[in-house]
Structure formats: C-alpha cells, structure tokens
C-alpha cells in the first residue's frame, strides 16, 4: 500500500549571521530546557537524531546520525552549558565541518514549562548545499520535539522534507 506523502512547512531560513549565511530554525518546544538538554546529551535519548560513544567530557565524540548510521565521525564538542548552549562541529559526508549552534531558553509566552530552541548552522562554504542541509535538519528537529512527546521518532519520514523543501533553503529563494 502506497504511503501518503506529507509535505511538511518549512519553519527556517537562511540569514546573515555574524558567521555569514546562517541556517536558522526556531522552535517552540512544551517542556522545560533542563527535559529539551538532556534529549541533546544523553545517549539514551539522542536516539532521535542518532547515536555517540565515547566520553563529552574529553571534549569529542563519535556521533553517527539516524540517516547514516554506518558513517560515524569525530564531533567536537566547543560550547556545552547545560541546558541553554550547545556548540559542536562535526564532518559532513565529505569530510567538511559543519559549525552547529543550539540554544534553549525558558519561552517568552506561553505555560511557562516551554522552551525555546533556537538552531543555527553557519554555511560558511557550503551556502549552495543548503537546500539539501536545512531541510534534514527541519526533519530532525521533528524527531526531537515527537521524542519529547513520548511518539514514534520513526514515523517522521524524511521523504516528507525532502525534496519539498529544497527550494526554500536554496540560494536565491528568497529566505534571508
């Protein structure tokens, strides 16, 4: 039986940055910042975005995403304040690094247990693949907010994200 395709908004953007053209996602997330970090740090429930081994404390992991499992790679671990900022860097699949940004903060509205999560991957020479880079990370910041939820991380398919969203993160589509 043929699976319904659901084409999903795009919540994003390309922006200038102070590191220059800056994928940017935000999120309103329904649990507090402390519940959002430890499903960013604890291997346990990194599971909606992949898995890692070794100790953050050395100030490196081998991470391997969901959608690549059989490629791990080193991820640098540069900013890490519990719970309201993470900063690593982490190879693509072509060796490139990818300088990842994730802040949490208690939500400006809202039940007062909400966090906003504020993603941002500096493009710095890879500006032209970022139809392809924003929207798999428009599908992982699903996964995270399904986890939180206690649902099916594997029921969100990235097929319902790419290529839908491609042309909304591709230079010149009028994001910024």
Partial sequence: ?????????????????????????????????EDVWSYLADPELL????????????GSVQLAMVEAP?????CVI?????????????????????RLRVSLDWAASGAG???DLVFRQPLAGSKDEAGDIGPGWEYYLDRLAVALDGGDVDAVDFADYYPAQKTHYSPGAGTA
């Fill in 1 to 33: 039986m043929p699976r319904h395709e659901v084409h999903r908004e795009p919540t994003g953007s390309v922006v200038d940055g102070p590191e220059g053209p800056t994928i940017q996602i935000q999120r309103t997330l329904g649990h507090p910042p």
């Fill in 47 to 58: 599971r909606w975005y992949g898995t890692y081994t070794g100790d953050p404390a050395s």
């Fill in 70 to 74: 059989e490629h791990p790679g080193e």
């Fill in 78 to 98: 540069e900013v890490c304040e519990r719970p309201s900022r993470l900063h690593v860097t982490l190879a693509d699949p072509n060796g490139n690094p990818w």
């Fill in 113 to 115: 247990a909400d966090t």
